[in-house]
């Protein structure tokens, strides 16, 4: 999951065109070319018996998976528009602040206000910084908890599977090499991959025909929220 920031601040950086950088520049050599994309090697026969599983693949183009990853985007959406807006009013909130102290120096109780003004305003700043560490902790529970309930019901397809596919041994992708390689040509990045092992022993895409095809949805889910407990259980949902 991606965390939310209070503010970004774009910086701005001072281009000088001065006639020796453009002689520099004009001499500088030519970025290297980028490398050539590597086929996948021929592999050996497949291990009879021998099946390997990505599992983080298996749950994200699954139907289920899927329709998960689009409810957590509608979620990151909500916190996104609540901590943007929240944000924002403190921002005018501070700039309004800064505008007005100089003008505030004039006397004594002119400045006794603004710095009121002031410790409300971070006493506000310090209770928006803590709701954004916790939005981005339940939105990162709730994609824990969704990905481990996913998880549990992919287990029995991968059962079936293992069995139809008289497995022995069922090997994590994770636990294998990969070559893994971005590209940019013109602009457009291209993604290159492919993992050490035998096509032929891959049960990834069967195990995700086998989930879709037995059409189970992943019950409604919302936000973890860290702020209501309920008593004697986990966080309420």
């Known amino acids: 999951m991606k ?30 070319a980028a490398p050539a994309t590597p086929t996948p090697p021929t592999f050996g026969a497949a291990v009879p018996g021998q099946c390997v599983l990505d599992e983080q693949t298996a749950m994200s183009t699954s139907a289920m998976g899927k329709a998960a990853s689009d409810r957590l985007m509608q979620l990151k959406a909500a916190v996104d528009a609540e901590l943007g807006g929240e944000g924002q009013a403190i921002e005018t909130e501070y700039k309004a602040l800064a505008a007005g102290q100089k003008a505030a120096e004039a006397t004594p109780a002119a400045k006794a206000a603004w710095q009121g003004k002031a410790e409300a305003w971070e006493k506000k700043r310090q209770a928006f910084q803590a709701k954004v560490q916790q939005r981005n902790q339940e939105m990162q529970y709730t994609q824990q908890e969704v990905m481990q309930a996913i998880f549990q019901k992919m287990i029995p397809n991968i059962n079936a599977v293992v069995t139809q596919k008289s497995c022995a041994t069922v090997l994590s992708a994770d636990s294998l090499l990969h070559y893994d390689m971005t590209t940019n040509t013109a602009g457009a990045n291209s993604q290159t991959s492919f993992l050490y092992a035998n096509p032929a022993m891959n049960i990834t895409t069967a195990v995700v025909q086998k989930m879709d095809s037995t059409g189970e949805k992943l019950p409604a889910f919302d936000r973890v929220k860290l702020d209501q407990p309920a008593a004697g259980a986990a966080p309420a949902k």
């Not at 920031?5 to 065109?17: D, G």
């Open 3 to 32: 965390k939310a920031s209070l503010f970004l601040i774009a910086s701005a950086a001072v281009l000088m065109c001065g006639a020796g950088q453009v002689m520099a520049q004009a001499a500088a050599p030519a970025a290297a």
